[in-house]
Structures are given as C-alpha cells and as structure tokens.
C-alpha cells in the first residue's frame, strides 16, 4: 500500500484519506487549506488506491456508470488502513471524496479505531447503503458530510437520488445524537475536490469530541 504524507509526522491528530491518480495532484493545496483553517497540528497520509470500484466499496453492486461494477473489496482496504493507526497516543480521522467519502461513512460502523469521519461528497446513492446505516451502530462521535448543490442533477437515475439519501443519511446521524454537520458547497460533483476534503477534514479538528 504506497502512501503520500504532508505535515508533521508527530502531531497527535493524524487524517487518513484513500485517494486516486486524480487527487494526489491535488494534496499540497488541500494539506495548506487544512493548515490555515484549523490550529490543530497535523499529519494527512494519503493511501494510494489501486482499484477504486472495488477496494472501496462495501459490498458487490452493478456498474451506475460505463461498464465496471463494483466489487466488495472495502473490508480488506479497512483491515490494511487500521494497520497505520496502531499508536494509542494519536487520534485518527478516516475521510476521502466520492466513493472514498462513503468508505470512510462505512468505515466507522465498522470500527471504533477512528474519532471521526470526513466525507465530502460521499457517494450515497450506493445501493443499499442508508438500509446498512439503519441496520448497524455508528462507532465513532463525529461525521462530517457534503454534497455540490448540483450533484443530484444528473440523468442517471440511480445517482439522481444523492441529494435525497445525503439528507436522509443526515437525520439519521443526528436522530442518534452524533457531532454532526452537512454542508451544501456550489457547483457539481467534479468542483473543487481538494478543497472540498480541505474543508472536511479542517471541520473534524475543529469540532473535536
């Protein structure tokens, strides 16, 4: 697993963020747009994905988009992340963009070994995936979640309803008394990625538990 690190290597917070070719151009800004926006001293790693439809998702679904569906390879991408979060002393945060955004959701139902999650423009149409949020315990205090104001319009049906399952996902989070925000950012899917995760994880140092 090849990881890109910025900041310092011993700050007690450390980010952890499963990324593609894509957002590692854009890291250097999203490490500096952190820095200035939270007074917390920290490290971000960035974990290379290899297989993006696969490693990341939870459980198998068709393809919403061109032909590749997606696998179910999140719990092994899990298992390999928990081992960089092995120092008792540092308090980890897990959180990415898009499909990485709902990993790192997933990620604290299924584990207790992050303090929050940073998910920026998550990718909640996934199949099924409010009927898992419903059917198992959040396992960390704080959620941090977005979306583009123009994600939703979209000709896809299936991810037409991201606006409708971020909401639903919002409520329910806060029905469980979570530390919780959903913050509406302008333009679509595509706009402004790196300062989009900036933004995410700046509010988890933030707004610590």
């Known amino acids: 697993m090849k990881t890109y690190e910025f900041g310092n290597p011993d ?6 963020q499963p990324v593609d070719d894509h957002d590692l151009i854009g890291l250097a800004n999203e490490a500096a747009y952190i820095e200035r926006n939270s ?3 920290f490290q971000l790693i960035a974990v ?4 993006w439809n696969h490693d990341l998702s939870p459980w198998n679904a068709p393809a919403v988009f061109g032909n590749e569906d997606f696998g179910s390879g999140a719990k092994d991408t899990l298992d390999r992340i928990i081992d960089l979060c092995a120092d008792p002393q540092r308090t980890y945060y897990i959180g990415g963009y898009s499909l990485a955004g709902l990993f790192s959701l997933w990620a604290v139902f299924e584990t207790d070994r992050f303090s ?3 998910a920026a423009s998550p990718s909640m149409w996934f199949p099924e995936f409010i009927d898992f949020m419903k059917s198992h315990e959040l396992r960390t205090n704080s959620v941090y979640l977005s979306l583009g104001n123009r994600e939703n319009r979209t000709r896809n049906p299936i991810m037409a309803t991201v606006g409708d399952r971020i ?3 919002y409520d329910l989070l806060n029905v469980n008394g979570t530390n919780c925000t959903l913050e509406w950012n302008e333009g679509n899917h595509f706009k402004d990625p790196d300062v989009r995760s900036a933004k995410a994880f700046s ?3 933030n707004h610590p538990m």
């Open 48 to 51: 290379k994905i290899d297989d």
């Open 39 to 41: 007074s917390a001293d």
């Open 203 to 205: 509010w988890l140092l």
């Open 167 to 169: 909401r639903e996902a």
């Open 11 to 16: 700050a007690k917070f450390v980010l952890i």
């Open 116 to 118: 929050g999650a940073a």
